[in-house]
């Protein structure tokens, strides 16, 4: 039973465009939701989150949006740059763990 | 560097041998958290300590899995009789806070890489 999805294994954008990177949810007890980045041989290293009282976080060029009628919420990187190119992982959690959704490869183009 | 840290980074072992992963967390950090990540998934839950109370498990922790945190500093997980199946990445991560999970308070080690040929 996946409790956090990310649909699109992957999602290519040009140099300076809007990157847009979605998550669902099915766990109505989730109350926090962060986004992760991740290179080939690292650990995952934090970006971003949103409490889920909240429908909007910001920070730089990353903003999270969090839809919880719906379940879901989405990663804004505005303008990317070819150094945001990575997988990136959208997690939720519920008081003591972390759930990880499968992940998105983001490639930008030059 | 103060993160956490992982040993080894990668080990290649045959099935049915023993191995043992050790993380160093942040120092301050009163939790420790197990994860494993397989290609083309997200890292998987496997246990967390408390200081060095084992406080939850997952189901995925077969009786071959065992962690500890014996003096609430670093801990190690040992994968008894390895399977091919075990092959993955396992991720070791730390945290200060005692209650629920409240941002960006989780800081995840490099990982340990695992072939089991």
């Known amino acids: 039973d996946q409790q956090v999805k990310q649909n699109s294994p992957s999602l290519s954008v040009q140099e300076g465009r809007i990157s847009i990177l979605n998550c669902d949810y099915t766990?109505?007890?989730?109350?926090?939701f962060l986004w992760y980045k991740k290179y080939p041989a690292e650990g995952p290293t934090f970006l971003i989150s949103?409490?889920?009282?909240?429908d909007k976080n910001e920070d730089g060029r990353f903003t999270v949006f969090l839809n919880k009628s719906a379940k879901h919420l989405s990663l804004h990187i505005v303008p990317s740059q070819p150094g945001d190119s990575a997988v990136y992982f959208c997690a939720a959690s519920a008081w003591k763990q972390l759930t990880f959704g499968s992940g998105t490869q983001l490639t930008v183009l030059p | 560097d103060t993160g956490v840290s992982q040993d080894p980074r990668h080990k290649i072992t045959k099935r049915g041998q023993n191995v043992t992963f050790r993380c160093d967390p942040i120092?301050?950090?009163?939790?420790l958290y197990w994860y494993r990540q397989t290609l083309g998934q997200g890292p998987e839950f496997l246990t967390y300590?408390?200081?060095?109370?084992?406080?939850?498990k997952s189901r995925l922790l077969s009786d071959r899995f065992s962690a500890e945190r014996p003096k609430g500093s670093f801990s190690t997980l040992e994968i008894q009789r390895t399977e091919q199946g075990d092959s993955a990445m396992y991720l070791c991560?730390?945290?200060?806070?005692?209650?629920?999970?409240?941002?960006?308070?989780?800081?995840f080690g490099e990982g340990s890489w695992l072939t089991v040929v």
């Open positions: 120092s301050e950090h009163n939790r």
């Open positions: 949103i409490s889920s009282i909240k």
């Open positions: 766990n109505s007890m989730f109350d926090y």
């Open positions: 991560a730390s945290s200060l806070n005692a209650g629920a999970i409240s941002g960006n308070t989780i800081y």
């Open positions: 300590f408390q200081n060095e109370a084992q406080l939850e």
